[in-house]
């Protein structure tokens, strides 16, 4: 395929026909200042060309030139991923360590090229797929006296399918609308949808272990990756394609999540299957949060293995779903290609009641495979039209500051851990926010053994101190995690945001362990320094 002609958007993700328009900034803006009691307006959003910055500080070999940019445009467009700080820093026109250059390798012997020029002249390299992560994962660090921004958007297209055993070839920089497109021609899908599909890749979602569209069962990209071909400063690192293996520790597990530190993913074989025929939705609403996660529990454990069991605790229910603030809303859905799901969500449904669980026999919806849609109505339509997609930079600058974090636990730490992560959390959002503070929860994927809880807080913050008052909640938040034996991160990758809570929880051998793969296959740690560990 060819790259996309579009220009990326510098303070939103993805492009610039998904900038939020100056209507819907305005009326952002109205509903905020009702919040805040003073009238708040958009900030301007500077023009491109009226950005400045350093001159680069690299000289760019005349066989790499017709891949390798200088522009400002392309040095100021990949400066940042997609982290609210961030994205306030580019609507207000600072950018600060931007990359050097930027490099749009066509095939692999250009990506030979770039890293090799890159390992020669000490210049940072840093992987880039999409742009959307939220941990700081492609930035360039504030010490690195050069760097290169590598943007595989040039390697986007299906290689090969394999529609024996259900697989595809697919290059990294393949953006997941255009691979799903691909595929529906053939009556195949990957079915991996994380919040940011619409503006991420293949490669990045490797790179960072992304959570998708299965709330249980097949929840992470690992589920659907059956080899990686990734390019380190040593070489090539190439797994063989199998469907499973117990021939010593697994070679993919050192690429998926590894984040651009060891190397440049450029292609994997993913698992596929065929499309959804079948689908069952219904919306659970229970009195209490206890009782809802009581219910998430027996279900999940019943493998039943929906494709959605998510639960909105009642702040985040009444906020997403419209609901009256003192219920939680439970998403139960079911899909398949091959069997009806009658069975199954009335299984489901079943277990929900007998914790409390109200739903009325109608609101069961069953698609029989005529194509009639599930899911689009009602409390759970309005939570998925909520959840979709991100509008990021709609509200920057306006006063009002959001951001989430997201973990998981077993099912016997749960009500400690919810209980302590709320009072600490709670109480830092109250230190930062005042009054106006906000916090609330939903599991964004569920295990036989625990939930994978996602937080959410906001509130009102004088403009110019969002980052002040965002790093506090944002440390409380991470203390208490992992010293309530959480993960730092479920699937929104470690990067440089999430280095203490990672080094917290992992032991204490694996640091060094992860340091000899690097100094093997990176010897002159260029790649993404700073992410994971040091160089």
Same mark, same amino acid.
């Not at 997609?82 to 692999?108: C, I």
């Given at each position: 395929?060819?790259?996309?002609?579009?220009?990326?958007?510098?303070?939103?993700? +993805?492009?610039?026909?998904?900038?939020?328009?100056?209507?819907?900034?305005?009326?952002?803006? *109205?509903?905020?200042?009702?919040?805040?009691?003073?009238?708040?307006?958009? !900030?301007?959003?500077?023009?491109?060309?009226?950005?400045? %910055?350093?001159?680069?500080?690299?000289?760019?070999?005349?066989?790499?030139?017709?891949?390798? #940019?200088?522009?400002?445009?392309?040095?100021?467009?990949?400066?940042?991923?997609?982290?609210?700080?961030? $994205?306030?820093?580019?609507?207000?026109?600072?950018?600060?360590?931007?990359?050097?250059?930027?490099?749009?390798?066509?095939?692999?012997?250009?990506?030979?090229?770039?890293?090799?020029?890159?390992?020669?002249?000490?210049?940072?390299?840093? @992987?880039?797929?999409?742009?959307?992560?939220?941990?700081?994962?492609?930035?360039?660090?504030?010490?690195?006296?050069?760097?290169?921004?590598?943007?595989?958007?040039? %390697?986007?297209?299906?290689?090969?399918?394999?529609?024996? #055993?259900?697989?595809?070839?697919?290059?990294? &920089?393949?953006?997941? @609308?255009?691979?799903?497109?691909?595929?529906?021609?053939?009556?195949?899908?990957?079915?991996?949808?994380?919040?940011?599909?619409?503006?991420?890749?293949? +490669?990045?979602?490797?790179?960072?272990?992304?959570?998708?569209? /299965?709330?249980?069962?097949?929840?992470?990209?690992?589920?659907?990756?059956?080899?990686?071909?990734?390019?380190?400063? *040593?070489?090539?690192?190439?797994?063989?394609? $199998?469907?499973?293996? +117990?021939?010593?520790?697994? !070679?993919?597990?050192?690429?998926?999540? #590894?984040?651009?530190?060891?190397?440049?993913?450029?292609?994997?074989?993913?698992?596929?299957?065929?499309? !959804?025929?079948?689908?069952?939705?219904?919306?659970?609403?229970?009195?209490?949060?206890?009782?809802?996660?009581?219910?998430?529990?027996?279900?999940?454990?019943? =493998?039943?293995?929906?494709?959605?069991?998510?639960?909105?605790? @009642?702040?985040?229910?009444?906020?997403?779903?419209?609901?009256? &603030? =003192?219920?939680?809303? $439970?998403?139960?859905?079911?899909?398949?290609?091959?069997?009806?799901?009658?069975?199954?969500?009335?299984?489901?449904?079943?277990?929900?009641?007998?914790?409390?669980?109200?739903?009325?026999?109608?609101?069961?919806?069953?698609?029989?495979?005529?194509? =009639?849609?599930?899911?689009?109505?009602?409390?759970?339509?309005?939570?998925?039209?909520?959840?979709?997609?991100?509008?990021?930079?709609?509200?920057?600058?306006? &006063?009002? %500051?959001?951001?989430?974090?997201?973990?998981?636990?077993?099912?016997?730490?749960?009500?400690?851990?919810?209980?302590?992560?709320?009072?600490?959390?709670?109480?830092?959002?109250?230190?930062?926010?005042?009054?106006?503070?906000?916090?609330?929860?939903?599991?964004?994927?569920? /295990?036989?053994?625990? @939930?994978?809880?996602?937080?959410?807080?906001?509130?009102?913050?004088?403009?110019?101190?969002?980052?002040?008052?965002?790093?506090?909640? =944002?440390?409380?938040?991470?203390?208490?995690?992992?010293?309530?034996?959480?993960?730092?991160?479920?699937?929104?990758?470690?990067?440089?945001?999430?280095? #203490?809570?990672?080094?917290?929880?992992?032991?204490?051998?694996?640091?060094?362990?992860?340091?000899?793969?690097?100094?093997?296959?990176?010897?002159?740690?260029? $790649?993404?320094?700073?992410?994971?560990?040091?160089?």
């Amino acid at each position: 395929m060819v790259a996309r002609a579009e220009r990326r958007s510098f303070w939103t993700w +993805g492009y610039v026909s998904d900038q939020p328009s100056e209507s819907e900034r305005r009326a952002a803006a *109205k509903q905020i200042s009702g919040r805040l009691g003073e009238l708040v307006t958009p !900030p301007p959003v500077p023009a491109i060309d009226s950005i400045t %910055l350093p001159p680069p500080r690299l000289d760019v070999p005349a066989p790499l030139k017709p891949c390798v #940019s200088i522009a400002n445009e392309e040095r100021i467009t990949h400066t940042y991923g997609g982290h609210g700080l961030e $994205l306030l820093k580019a609507l207000r026109g600072q950018f600060d360590h931007a990359p050097d250059a930027v490099a749009h390798p066509r095939n692999e012997d250009e990506l030979e090229a770039v890293l090799a020029w890159c390992d020669r002249q000490g210049h940072v390299a840093i @992987p880039y797929g999409g742009g959307t992560s939220v941990v700081w994962g492609v930035n360039v660090p504030e010490d690195a006296a050069s760097a290169v921004t590598i943007d595989l958007d040039n %390697l986007n297209s299906v290689l090969e399918v394999d529609d024996v #055993s259900r697989a595809a070839r697919v290059q990294a &920089g393949m953006l997941g @609308p255009d691979l799903e497109a691909a595929l529906k021609p053939l009556g195949l899908t990957l079915r991996h949808f994380p919040q940011s599909f619409p503006w991420s890749t293949v +490669g990045g979602w490797v790179a960072t272990r992304s959570g998708g569209h /299965y709330a249980t069962n097949h929840t992470h990209i690992d589920d659907f990756v059956e080899s990686t071909r990734m390019l380190t400063p *040593k070489g090539w690192f190439e797994s063989r394609r $199998l469907p499973g293996s +117990g021939a010593g520790p697994s !070679p993919d597990r050192l690429v998926l999540g #590894s984040e651009g530190t060891l190397g440049i993913v450029s292609e994997c074989w993913l698992r596929l299957q065929k499309r !959804p025929v079948y689908r069952a939705t219904a919306g659970v609403s229970f009195p209490s949060w206890r009782s809802g996660c009581e219910a998430v529990r027996d279900i999940a454990q019943a =493998k039943l293995w929906p494709a959605n069991l998510r639960i909105l605790d @009642p702040a985040e229910a009444e906020f997403s779903a419209g609901l009256d &603030g =003192k219920q939680a809303l $439970l998403i139960i859905g079911f899909e398949s290609s091959e069997v009806p799901q009658g069975g199954n969500i009335q299984a489901a449904v079943a277990i929900a009641r007998t914790h409390g669980g109200l739903v009325d026999d109608a609101d069961v919806l069953i698609e029989d495979g005529s194509g =009639k849609p599930t899911g689009r109505g009602g409390a759970v339509g309005a939570w998925r039209n909520a959840f979709i997609g991100v509008n990021a930079g709609l509200t920057a600058g306006l &006063g009002l %500051l959001s951001d989430t974090f997201e973990t998981a636990v077993t099912w016997d730490r749960w009500p400690d851990f919810d209980a302590e992560v709320r009072e600490r959390v709670g109480a830092a959002t109250r230190r930062a926010f005042g009054p106006s503070a906000r916090l609330s929860c939903r599991f964004t994927h569920v /295990y036989p053994d625990g @939930p994978a809880p996602y937080y959410s807080f906001s509130g009102v913050v004088p403009r110019g101190a969002e980052a002040e008052r965002w790093r506090i909640v =944002k440390d409380a938040a991470v203390d208490a995690v992992v010293a309530g034996g959480g993960t730092v991160t479920h699937h929104h990758a470690v990067g440089r945001m999430h280095r #203490s809570g990672w080094e917290a929880q992992r032991p204490a051998l694996f640091a060094d362990l992860w340091r000899a793969a690097k100094r093997s296959v990176d010897p002159n740690g260029i $790649l993404n320094p700073g992410v994971l560990i040091d160089p």
